[in-house]
């Protein structure tokens, strides 16, 4: 059953702010996440993710500024907020001394449903999460990813409209990193929107719609400093890249300038005798562009080319660069 | 998917008060369940709910009771056994402390505050669980005490006063839970049971105090209850002429404390645990 449609954005929020004594913790955060996407709020450690998830969530009370989840402002109407969401991960955490499947009864109970809806409920989400052999195990017995399955599966005894993950794949094997990352593009088909926090950045890219950057680069609280698709972050903060590795090293040189020629701008060479690389941006002719002129030319000059590649960089670079550059700012 | 589902987004708030307590309830029994669930699944907490009534009974009356006499005569292990009984019932607070605080620690309270559930509910069930943790408890304790030689004239009245001396001790316990940083922040409750049961009159009788420490054995609300299930249990004590007010209406007063404490910390346990945190 899919959840009810959003007629605004499922969750909006304008210039919150939150303090702890002295500490500010979020200095005016803004961020719309559409019905049915994925938002991955990435950040260093103490930039405020698990504050703002927190006053998402109803679990704390926002010092000024306005949320709204799944149309509901979270401070007038929390009651309503809490009957959209599903709140998952280190926020909030499962019963480890009873079963997986009592877990699950238990919760269906206290989501209304009465009578055999709560076993057969329970049952469905075991099988669909693989987790039928361990359903009478206590949680405490559970793997990591087994652990990850049930937290998401606790999570969709009511499929809410909204689901806050916090990173569900940390510490898995790369199978079960792929199951579960499948469970949550399923939840996204059938209509759920997810505010995903994490510290792994491929995660992000390979679930996340947008990508919102949260930090704190003044001291002043968190902001959301980068916002954007993953593409377009790594297009307007990474840069890419051409990278070229000639077979003779004598061959580098000419190979260079052409490179300069196709891009308009000087490469950079680096300690390999045999290799150079080719900054290319968006604000430059674009990377493919270059590298099809840059192809031809080398090939024209019979140049032998053993390596060349276009790189994108990955989202960890991304971060990190706008990272240094939040502190150069500063 | 065709198990059919509740309304995604039902609102608590919105609905008529008596749907809220209907449902306020329903959480109430789903939380108390829990604990029995629990009991199932780590039988050692169980098993310690077992052997706490029998060491305590081994340590006080064999050792303790092995050279002691009550006033006016009779069986110590009549004396001690509503005494123990009692001590049992206020044990509660630092068990419903620990729970609480653990659930708090581990994320549980939280999965909970974000559930469109009643808050109110929370509370309420895991305060039934304290009963029922109790009874097994008492239980255990009157089944020790039978087998060493209490010999009450009736156990119904004198367990269920103990079993709501539980009950409203739980409440304090639930509330110191709540507002500790963190569950190892609870382990003084475990301490401030020996001054609360040691100064009391449940081993020896307070008139042989000092002065000082007998008016606080005597006000102390353990004191009250012990000399209530005393009468109840057909084991009464003398009651000296200048005995304080509790220990002379021993029943009224335990009912007193019972309703002070639900009184004061009912609503206080609740507002913590409903209040938005950090």
Same mark, same amino acid.
Request: proline residues 8%; aromatic residues 6%; contains cysteine.
């Given at each position: 059953?899919?959840?009810?449609?959003?007629?605004?954005?499922?969750?909006?929020?304008?210039?919150?702010?939150?303090?702890?004594?002295?500490?500010?913790?979020?200095?005016?955060?803004?961020?719309?996440?559409?019905?049915?996407?994925?938002?991955?709020?990435?950040?260093?450690?103490?930039?405020?993710?698990?504050?703002?998830?927190?006053?998402?969530?109803?679990?704390?009370?926002?010092?000024?500024?306005?949320?709204?989840?799944?149309?509901?402002?979270?401070?007038?109407?929390?009651?309503?907020?809490?009957?959209?969401?599903?709140?998952?991960?280190?926020?909030?955490?499962?019963?480890?001394?009873?079963?997986?499947?009592?877990?699950?009864?238990?919760?269906?109970?206290?989501?209304?449903?009465?009578?055999?809806?709560?076993?057969?409920?329970?049952?469905?989400?075991?099988?669909?999460?693989?987790?039928?052999?361990?359903?009478?195990?206590?949680?405490?017995?559970?793997?990591?990813?087994?652990?990850?399955?049930?937290?998401?599966?606790?999570?969709?005894?009511?499929?809410?409209?909204?689901?806050?993950?916090?990173? %569900? $794949? /940390? @510490?898995? !094997? #790369?199978?079960?990193?792929?199951?579960?990352?499948?469970?949550?593009? &399923?939840?996204?088909? =059938?209509?759920?929107?997810?505010?995903?926090?994490?510290?792994?950045?491929?995660?992000?890219?390979?679930?996340?719609?947008?990508?919102?950057?949260?930090?704190?680069?003044?001291?002043?609280?968190?902001?959301?400093?980068?916002?954007?698709?993953?593409?377009?972050?790594?297009?307007?903060?990474?840069?890419?890249?051409?990278?070229?590795?000639?077979?003779?090293?004598?061959?580098?040189?000419?190979?260079?300038?052409?490179?300069?020629?196709?891009?308009?701008?000087? %490469? $950079? /060479? @680096?300690? !390999? #005798?045999?290799?150079?690389?080719?900054?290319?941006?968006?604000?430059? &002719?674009?990377?493919? =562009?270059?590298?099809?002129?840059?192809?031809?030319?080398?090939?024209?000059?019979?140049?032998?080319?053993?390596?060349?590649?276009?790189?994108?960089?990955?989202?960890?670079?991304?971060?990190?660069?706008?990272?240094?550059?939040?502190?150069?700012?500063? | 998917?065709?198990?059919?589902?509740?309304?995604?987004?039902?609102?608590?708030?919105?609905?008529?008060?008596?749907?809220?307590?209907?449902?306020?309830?329903?959480?109430?029994?789903?939380?108390?369940?829990?604990?029995?669930?629990?009991?199932?699944?780590?039988?050692?907490?169980?098993?310690?709910?077992?052997?706490?009534?029998?060491?305590?009974?081994?340590?006080?009356?064999?050792?303790?009771?092995?050279?002691?006499?009550?006033?006016?005569?009779?069986?110590?292990?009549?004396?001690?056994?509503?005494?123990?009984?009692?001590?049992?019932?206020?044990?509660?607070?630092?068990?419903?402390?620990?729970?609480?605080?653990?659930?708090?620690?581990?994320?549980?309270?939280?999965?909970?505050?974000?559930?469109?559930?009643?808050?109110?509910?929370?509370?309420?069930?895991?305060?039934?669980?304290?009963?029922?943790?109790?009874?097994?408890?008492?239980?255990?304790?009157?089944?020790?005490?039978?087998?060493?030689?209490?010999?009450?004239?009736?156990?119904?009245?004198?367990?269920?006063?103990?079993?709501?001396?539980?009950?409203?001790?739980?409440?304090?316990?639930?509330?110191?839970?709540?507002?500790?940083?963190?569950?190892?922040?609870?382990?003084?409750?475990?301490?401030?049971?020996?001054?609360?049961?040691?100064?009391?009159?449940?081993?020896?009788?307070?008139?042989?105090?000092?002065?000082?420490?007998?008016?606080?054995?005597?006000?102390?609300?353990?004191?009250?209850?012990?000399?209530?299930?005393?009468?109840?249990?057909?084991?009464?004590?003398?009651?000296?002429?200048?005995?304080?007010?509790?220990?002379?209406?021993?029943?009224?007063?335990?009912?007193?404390?019972?309703?002070?404490?639900?009184?004061?910390?009912?609503?206080?346990?609740?507002?913590?645990?409903?209040?938005?945190?950090?």
């Amino acid at each position: 059953m899919p959840p009810p449609p959003l007629d605004a954005a499922a969750i909006e929020v304008r210039g919150l702010r939150k303090r702890f004594g002295p500490i500010s913790a979020l200095g005016g955060v803004d961020l719309t996440v559409e019905p049915g996407t994925v938002c991955g709020l990435l950040g260093p450690n103490g930039a405020g993710k698990t504050t703002l998830v927190r006053i998402l969530a109803t679990l704390s009370l926002p010092d000024g500024g306005v949320a709204r989840v799944a149309g509901h402002d979270v401070v007038q109407h929390p009651a309503r907020v809490r009957g959209s969401i599903a709140l998952t991960g280190q926020y909030a955490s499962v019963d480890e001394v009873i079963s997986g499947r009592d877990n699950l009864e238990m919760f269906a109970r206290l989501y209304r449903m009465r009578g055999p809806a709560v076993r057969r409920r329970a049952e469905e989400l075991l099988e669909r999460f693989g987790l039928e052999d361990a359903a009478h195990r206590p949680v405490r017995t559970y793997s990591g990813g087994m652990r990850r399955r049930l937290d998401l599966a606790v999570g969709l005894v009511v499929p809410p409209g909204v689901i806050f993950l916090d990173e %569900p $794949t /940390t @510490g898995l !094997d #790369p199978q079960s990193r792929g199951g579960l990352w499948e469970s949550v593009r &399923e939840l996204v088909r =059938a209509g759920t929107t997810v505010l995903l926090t994490t510290q792994y950045l491929d995660e992000a890219d390979q679930l996340a719609d947008r990508i919102a950057v949260l930090a704190d680069p003044e001291g002043t609280g968190g902001r959301v400093v980068a916002e954007g698709t993953p593409f377009e972050l790594k297009s307007a903060l990474g840069g890419e890249s051409i990278d070229l590795t000639v077979r003779h090293a004598e061959q580098l040189g000419p190979a260079t300038e052409i490179l300069a020629r196709a891009g308009g701008r000087l %490469p $950079t /060479t @680096g300690d !390999d #005798p045999r290799r150079v690389t080719l900054a290319v941006g968006a604000e430059a &002719e674009p990377g493919t =562009a270059v590298l099809a002129a840059a192809l031809r030319e080398l090939d024209a000059a019979g140049i032998a080319v053993e390596d060349l590649a276009l790189r994108r960089p990955t989202l960890d670079e991304v971060f990190l660069n706008l990272m240094n550059r939040q502190r150069e700012a500063v | 998917m065709n198990t059919p589902l509740p309304p995604t987004a039902w609102t608590t708030s919105d609905e008529p008060p008596l749907a809220r307590l209907r449902w306020a309830a329903g959480d109430a029994v789903t939380v108390a369940r829990r604990y029995l669930i629990h009991l199932r699944s780590a039988p050692e907490r169980a098993a310690m709910a077992l052997v706490i009534p029998l060491l305590f009974t081994m340590l006080f009356v064999y050792v303790l009771g092995s050279n002691m006499r009550p006033p006016g005569g009779g069986s110590y292990v009549d004396f001690l056994v509503p005494g123990m009984l009692a001590q049992m019932a206020v044990f509660g607070i630092a068990a419903s402390a620990a729970v609480v605080a653990e659930d708090k620690d581990r994320g549980v309270t939280d999965r909970f505050h974000s559930l469109p559930m009643s808050r109110t509910g929370v509370p309420v069930g895991q305060s039934l669980a304290e009963c029922l943790g109790g009874v097994i408890t008492l239980v255990v304790m009157a089944g020790c005490g039978l087998l060493v030689g209490w010999r009450p004239t009736g156990v119904v009245a004198g367990l269920a006063l103990l079993l709501l001396v539980r009950y409203a001790f739980s409440w304090l316990g639930m509330w110191i839970g709540l507002v500790m940083p963190s569950r190892s922040a609870t382990d003084f409750v475990g301490m401030l049971m020996f001054p609360l049961t040691m100064i009391s009159n449940i081993f020896v009788p307070t008139e042989g105090l000092p002065a000082g420490l007998r008016l606080a054995a005597d006000w102390n609300p353990v004191s009250a209850v012990v000399a209530a299930v005393r009468e109840l249990f057909g084991n009464p004590v003398a009651v000296p002429a200048d005995a304080a007010w509790p220990i002379a209406h021993p029943v009224v007063a335990t009912l007193g404390w019972c309703l002070l404490l639900l009184v004061v910390f009912g609503p206080l346990t609740v507002a913590a645990f409903r209040a938005p945190k950090h």
